[in-house]
């Protein structure tokens, strides 16, 4: 069973009296494996929201499925093993962080005794120890942030379902919160997060999906879609001649003392590297230039244009 | 289910409690009833009749507005803040939520009502009246008309701003206490079909006046238990039927 699966998703939001129709999905597709940390990659728009909304059963759908941890998101229990934090939360200003918390606890049915434990100690993991009797509206933004993946885990959910978890954090709290889910991945649970900043895609997940315009462009394991993705070889070489390394491959650079190469192709690669070898010249790295996610997120983004 | 429906109003009697107009229209209306005292000496005749009958109108009018001011905000500001959230991507269903946030209204009236009347029964016993069981029973009857007020403010709120639903529902509790005059209205209009329509309208919009027995308390001549029991009766069908539309528009709202 997959902690969550989506199938042909789509939902249109109408405006001026219900004429005018907004395609914001158009059949999403995707599968969170248990236990990993899965990344939902898209610019501003694309869709990430609204399919974390679908999922939770805060929009309805206009069509497709979604299963959570095999149930279907209609039944009000299928939310009982997931935890929410919403894009740049807020919470009643006029609770400390132990009420929100209990209150929290309380739409879950959780008995007291293991509650007042649990707020303890989530209120601990997340850094916010010595401030659960401070008045909300004095917590600044990170605080916040904390604070709402504290509620999250008020249930210790099976499924994690983060929306831009990163927004508005400094380097610190960024840091911070990758421990955080790094350290609910160890504890066997999965993470499912919606980001627009490769650069957390890229230091955290295990896979990835990229939306855009409401369509899933590229799924899978991010390990396999940079192996995938090489672009180039490039093979840094001494001690051979210039006019002979000209003769071989006329596209080169010279790099901290040392000839560098550039090969579009593996077999080239071995064609290059005899001939330097059968030359006198010797090898110093081969080095296969592989996308990074970012080069993978736009080149699916002019794809799509 | 239950402690998720406990914790909705817990709270929103918590946010209510905390708001510190609550507390200067509560603080008003205790002012207010208390400036009877005044108005007795500028008046001729019975000035405990004077005393109670001013008190208990100051306390009708600000705690009226307690239930205005309280109801319509509550859901709208869950939906603007995006509170709402936290809520229902949780095992928690609309309609839990709606009848959470009634009760949670619901406690702050009494609890609001109940401060009010407190101060008011103590008051009257320093000016030399008794415990009057009528006062009692005009307290219970204007908590009725109360909730029946949040009903319908939580109504409006679930779906327009709070100025509209300030609007609407305070229009409906004008309305709601001149009902009377559909019986004058039904002598004027000739056509069956206004007639129908004057109908329609008389048991459709809530008859507030109903739970307006204060004449007859301060007269000394209290309605009599079967006349009670219909008002009550009449409140819970209306409160119900309120409910039931705010649930219905509810769920079909989206959290976009």
Redesign the interface.
């Known amino acids: 069973m997959k902690a969550l699966e989506i199938k042909g998703l789509r939902k249109t939001?109408r405006s001026n009296f219900m004429l005018k129709k907004y395609r914001v999905l158009k059949g999403i597709d995707l599968e969170v494996e248990r236990g990993e940390i899965y990344g939902f990659l898209g610019p501003n728009g694309a869709g990430k929201t609204?399919t974390i909304?679908c999922v939770?059963?805060?929009?309805?759908a206009d069509g497709g499925e979604v299963l959570v941890e095999g149930r279907p998101v209609a039944a009000?229990?299928s939310?009982?093993c997931?935890g929410?934090l919403?894009e740049n939360?807020?919470?009643?200003d006029?609770?400390t962080a132990r009420?929100l918390l209990t209150?929290?606890a309380?739409?879950?049915?959780l008995p007291p005794p293991a509650v007042r434990e649990r707020i303890g100690a989530l209120l601990h993991r997340v850094g916010l120890s010595g401030r659960e009797d401070l008045k909300l509206r004095k917590y600044s933004k990170g605080m916040i942030q904390r604070l709402g993946l504290a509620?999250a885990l008020i249930?210790d959910p099976d499924l994690l379902i983060l929306d831009e978890p990163f927004s508005g954090l400094d380097p610190i709290g960024r840091k911070d919160m990758r421990a955080l889910i790094f350290s609910l991945r160890e504890a066997g649970k999965t993470v499912f997060f919606s980001s627009h900043i490769l650069q957390d895609m890229e230091m955290m997940v295990d896979r990835v999906g990229i939306i855009l315009d409401g369509v899933i462009r590229r799924q899978g394991k991010l390990s396999e879609l940079i192996a995938r993705s090489t672009q180039y070889y490039e093979v840094a070489c001494t001690g051979i001649a210039e006019g002979r390394l000209a003769q071989i491959q006329s596209n080169y650079a010279v790099r901290d003392g040392h000839y560098v190469l550039t090969l579009a192709s593996d077999a080239d690669v071995n064609l290059v590297v005899e001939s330097i070898i059968h030359n006198d010249g010797r090898i110093i790295a081969v080095t296969p230039v592989k996308m990074t996610l970012e080069d993978i997120f736009f080149s699916e983004m002019r794809n799509g244009q | 289910m239950r402690t998720a429906v406990k914790g909705i109003a817990l709270n929103t009697f918590r946010e209510s409690a905390r708001n510190k107009v609550f507390y200067l229209l509560v603080f008003f209306g205790v002012l207010f009833a208390l400036s009877s005292k005044l108005v007795s000496f500028l008046t001729l005749g019975d000035a405990m009749k004077v005393l109670k009958d001013t008190g208990l109108a100051a306390i009708h009018f600000f705690s009226a507005l307690i239930a205005v001011f309280t109801g319509v905000n509550l859901v709208y500001k869950e939906i603007e803040k995006k509170t709402v959230l936290n809520i229902l991507s949780k095992p928690v269903s609309r309609d839990q939520f709606i009848f959470g946030k009634f009760l949670g209204l619901a406690l702050t009236m009494l609890v609001a009502l109940a401060v009010m009347a407190g101060i008011f029964f103590v008051f009257v016993a320093l000016n030399g009246g008794g415990f009057d069981p009528a006062i009692a029973l005009y307290f219970l009857m204007l908590l009725l008309e109360l909730l029946i007020i949040v009903a319908i403010s939580l109504l409006f709120s679930s779906f327009t701003t709070p100025i509209l639903s300030f609007i609407f529902t305070l229009s409906l509790y004008l309305i709601g206490h001149v009902m009377w005059t559909y019986n004058e209205f039904k002598v004027v209009l000739k056509a069956p079909l206004w007639r129908g329509f004057a109908r329609f309208l008389y048991y459709l919009l809530p008859n507030l006046a109903k739970f307006n027995i204060k004449n007859e308390v301060v007269l000394g001549t209290p309605p009599g238990a079967w006349t009670v029991l219909l008002s009550i009766l009449y409140a819970l069908a209306y409160i119900l039927a309120l409910l039931c539309l705010t649930i219905l528009i509810f769920r079909r709202r989206e959290f976009s």
């Open positions: 939001f609204t909304k939770l059963g805060l929009l309805n009000i229990d939310r009982r997931v929410f919403p939360p807020y919470f009643y006029y609770l009420e209150f929290a309380s739409l879950f049915d509620q249930n």
